[in-house]
């Protein structure tokens, strides 16, 4: 069985393929190492493969297209303790496979590269690349997923097949890369960065700027439903409400400005629209950790110490009885004028806001229920 296993996707790369795999060679031989070479092919149509069984590596077939896929392939056949992933398009130098093993054997559960740390080659990476893409995505993880690593779309990474295992990955394309630290992140794997060289890539790049970019970007915010949904729903909802609670009594004086009832439409928008952000990040995040996708954390432990179906529904009850109490106070007022003319706009605007309010928490609340009984029986 081979200690370690170098895996390289490749989709027509016959270029660079031979390079990549003889410099794997001997990056294993000069430190003694017992490997083997694997090339995840991801539908060549080039002389790649030809190259690569003449040199011995071993072919894995992936015909499903995507970066993440010919790794998932490429992996799932490794036999080595230790696995080394890396491009095939020669960006890479596959001689350094030692310093990328070592610290493994020192206990890291992850090592990968930080091209940003050395002086790059010129025109190894686009400008758009070098100075804006990778560094706000990169910045963008970090802050979202708590990780200090400064590279993190960096190929040339090393792990223990223990780790890996429990990454339990799942993308396809370009955004495997963010997955991989954001799933260590998520296990608390040990990960240290380590500069590296990078050079030009020979042959045509298979990154397209934008579409890949924004995969990443999108993948980030899925996996963050605090960010994309509770924050934003939770500022929506309090703004809503504070409009809507002010001027349920009459017209706001600021200075020269008078706010009738108008913003009181807009409050009733945010306060409606926020709260369905607000559940819908609820139930994304429950759904989320019942699959394993994220990790607890605060928001999580408050809603498994405070939120259920029963608290939900007490709340949702709470607030429906106020709106329509409220309610039943306008149709009274409308009585004592024998059904005429009413001026009780603002107070109709608030009782229907929190009758809708009071229903959305309740069914809310029995949506919640189901995930949860799912957490509860994935936790068992």
């Known amino acids: 069985m081979p200690e ?26 000069i430190n ?7 090339v995840a092919d991801n539908g060549s149509i080039d002389k790649s493969i030809e190259i690569a069984k003449s040199l011995g590596a071993k072919i894995i077939y992936q015909p499903k297209k995507g970066y993440g896929n010919a790794y998932h392939a490429g992996i799932a056949a490794a ?7 890396g491009d095939s398009d020669n960006t890479y130098d596959f001689l350094i496979i030692n310093s990328f093993i070592e610290p493994l054997r020192a206990g890291y559960d992850m090592v990968t590269g930080d091209r940003f740390a050395k002086k790059m ?3 190894a990476m686009p400008f758009s690349h070098r100075y804006i893409g990778n560094p706000i995505l990169s910045a963008i993880l970090r802050i979202l997923f708590k990780v200090k690593v400064k590279d993190a779309h960096c190929g040339l990474r090393s792990f223990t097949r223990e780790a890996y295992n429990k990454l339990n990955l799942k993308t396809e394309g370009m955004e495997y890369a963010s997955e991989m630290i954001m799933a260590a992140a998520r296990e608390n794997l040990k990960i240290k960065e380590l500069p590296i ?21 999108k993948f980030m915010l899925i996996m963050s439903p605090s960010y994309l949904f509770l924050a934003p729903g939770l500022i929506l909802t309090i703004f809503g409400l504070i409009l809507v ?13 008078t706010l009738d009832i108008h913003p009181m439409f807009l409050g009733a928008l945010l306060t409606i629209t926020g709260f369905q952000i607000i559940s819908f990040g609820l139930f994304v995040k429950t759904y989320a950790y019942a699959e394993g996708l994220i990790s607890k954390d605060r928001t999580h432990d408050f809603s ?17 009885f106020l709106g329509i109490l409220l309610g039943i106070y306008v149709f009274y007022t409308w009585y004592q004028v024998s059904f005429g003319e009413l001026y009780e706009i603002r107070k109709s ?32």
């Open 349 to 380: 605007l608030t009782s229907m806001i929190l009758i809708i309010l009071g229903l959305q928490v309740i069914f809310s609340a029995f949506f919640y229920g189901i995930l949860d009984i799912n957490l509860n029986k994935d936790s068992q």
């Open 32 to 38: 003694n190492l017992s490997g083997e070479i694997i």
């Open 197 to 217: 060289e990078y050079g030009i890539r020979e042959g045509e790049s298979k990154l397209e700027t934008f579409k890949d970019g924004w995969r990443h970007l």
């Open 245 to 257: 609670i002010w001027m349920t009594f009459g017209p706001i004086k600021l200075g020269a400005i």
């Open 121 to 123: 080659q010129k025109k």
């Open 304 to 320: 498994e110490k405070y939120i259920s179906l029963e608290s939900m529904l007490k709340l949702g009850f709470t607030i429906l």
């Open 4 to 29: 370690i296993s170098v895996v390289m996707p490749c989709l027509n790369e016959e270029k660079t393929i031979g390079i990549c795999i003889k410099k794997a060679q001997k990056g294993l031989k």
């Open 79 to 85: 036999q080595g303790k230790y696995i080394i992933m």
